[in-house]
Nanobody, 127 residues
Framework: QVQLVESGGGLVQAGGSLSLSCAASGRTFSFSRYSMGWFRQVPGKERDFVAA????????YYADSVKGRFTISRDNAKNTVYLQMNSLKPEDTANYYCNAQVGWTRSTWYAANFDSWGQGTQVTVSS
């Protein structure tokens, strides 16, 4: 089973930037064999897909709401996936989570497809 530890959240003004990190580990987990993704959740609402990156990093997939503002990347040597968030808006306020899956098909990037999660990292954007 994979352990996921998100970090980098905080409080930022609208228009500002934050960079999130997610360190993945596990006794039998091979990071480079997994696609990685970010999700976010506001209390009382569903956990929504934000961005995903393929195993090699060559393919990227973004939710329409963050296209052009967020950038997902990964470092396979460090077992870490990143989310650079620019031009932040108050509606980006949420707890952000990462996750991993073997497949890459876009239709599989929804929260119910994943069994376990890390604790997430809170991002708050003030207006």
């Amino acid at each position: 089973q994979v352990q996921l530890v998100e970090s980098g959240g905080g409080l930022v003004q609208a228009g500002g930037s934050l960079s999130l990190s997610c360190a993945a580990s596990g006794r039998t987990f091979s990071f480079s064999r997994y696609s990685m993704g970010w999700f976010r959740q506001v209390p009382g609402k569903e956990r929504d897909f934000v961005a995903a990156i393929s195993r090699s990093g060559g393919s990227l997939y973004y939710a329409d709401s963050v296209k052009g503002r967020f950038t997902i990347s990964r470092d396979n040597a460090k077992n870490t996936v990143y989310l650079q968030m620019n031009s932040l808006k108050p509606e980006d306020t949420a707890n952000y989570y990462c996750n991993a899956q073997v497949g890459w098909t876009r239709s599989t990037w929804y929260a119910a497809n994943f069994d376990s999660w890390g604790q997430g990292t809170q991002v708050t954007v003030s207006s």
